[in-house]
Every structure is written in structure tokens, then in C-alpha cells.
């Protein structure tokens, strides 16, 4: 049975993006999508940079907002972010699992370039790590 999972940040341009495209990558079958309780504009430009670097394109990703996924049923809506788990939209389609994998935010990182991309960089494998993770014990078992 193919999955149907949704990934709820704040601003929907960097965490839940990444996990986004990591889940697609590790099992393109899966239904994945991504939103914020309160979207950006555009992806992060740093997102998209350290993704790519790891073979993951974002470029063509843009945040979307929460609600457009209402009355979607979901098999999982996973919060990556304190805000978005505490203002969690209800959902009125039928879910299966809300759970919560929570990571810093890479754009309140300040300083140098290289200090910003390392930040970026660090979350991306955090991202990686607990979302495949998630993938193993949740979605292959």
C-alpha cells in the first residue's frame, strides 16, 4: 500500500523540505508532501545548495501552506519543528499517525558563510539520519 505522509513546518523552506526530498529518495513510491503552518515565499536558497550536494534537487520546490491539506487522508503528519507542532492544524481527513521529529532551524544560523552552510549542513544530516530512520521502522517493517 502506498503511503501518504505530510511533513508540517513553520515556514515550509528548509526542515520539511529536506525531509521531503530525502523520503522521496528513499523510497520514490511514497506520497510525500510539505507544508507550513505559516509558509515563506521560496525555498531557502542554502537548503537548496546543501541538498544538491547530496543529489537531492529543491529548486523546483515552493512552500505551501498547511490548510491546502485539510481534508487530505494521511497515513503520517510529522511535525519537524516546535511551532508547527504546537499550532498543528486540525485535520479533518482520516489520519493515521501524528508524530513528531523535531530539528533546529538552519536559517536562524548568524555568522560567516562557511559557519551558515555547516549549520545547514549539520541539520541536513539530522534530517537524513532520523528520517530514514522514521522510513525503516515506520514504512519498511
Given at each position: 500500500?502506498?503511503?501518504?505522509?505530510?511533513?508540517?513546518?513553520?515556514?515550509?523552506?528548509?526542515?520539511?523540505?529536506?525531509?521531503e526530498g530525502?523520503?522521496?529518495?528513499?523510497?520514490?513510491?511514497?506520497?510525500?508532501?510539505?507544508?507550513?503552518?505559516?509558509?515563506?515565499?521560496?525555498?531557502?536558497?542554502?537548503a537548496i545548495?546543501?541538498?544538491?550536494?547530496?543529489?537531492?534537487?529543491?529548486?523546483?520546490?515552493?512552500?505551501?501552506?498547511?490548510?491546502?491539506?485539510?481534508?487530505?487522508?494521511?497515513?503520517?503528519?510529522?511535525?519537524?519543528?516546535?511551532?508547527?507542532?504546537?499550532?498543528?492544524?486540525?485535520?479533518?481527513?482520516?489520519?493515521?499517525?501524528?508524530?513528531?521529529?523535531?530539528?533546529?532551524?538552519?536559517?536562524?544560523?548568524?555568522?560567516?558563510?562557511?559557519?551558515?552552510?555547516?549549520?545547514?549542513?549539520?541539520?541536513?544530516?539530522?534530517?537524513?539520519?532520523?528520517?530514514?530512520?522514521?522510513?525503516?521502522?515506520?514504512?519498511?517493517?
Open positions: 500500500m502506498k503511503k501518504k505522509i505530510l511533513i508540517l513546518c513553520t515556514g515550509n523552506s528548509c526542515r520539511s523540505q529536506m525531509a530525502f523520503l522521496k529518495s528513499f523510497n520514490p513510491e511514497l506520497e510525500v508532501f510539505s507544508a507550513g503552518t505559516n509558509p515563506s515565499f521560496q525555498v531557502h536558497p542554502k545548495q546543501v541538498m544538491s550536494e547530496v543529489g537531492i534537487d529543491l529548486s523546483k520546490n515552493y512552500p505551501k501552506h498547511s490548510d491546502q491539506f485539510i481534508n487530505e487522508e494521511l497515513d503520517f503528519v510529522i511535525t519537524v519543528c516546535d511551532n508547527a507542532k504546537e499550532t498543528c492544524p486540525v485535520f479533518l481527513g482520516r489520519i493515521g499517525r501524528k508524530l513528531h521529529i523535531g530539528f533546529e532551524d538552519p536559517a536562524d544560523a548568524a555568522g560567516t558563510e562557511e559557519y551558515i552552510l555547516a549549520v545547514f549542513r549539520k541539520i541536513r544530516d539530522e534530517i537524513k539520519r532520523d528520517f530514514f530512520e522514521f522510513y525503516k521502522t515506520e514504512i519498511e517493517h
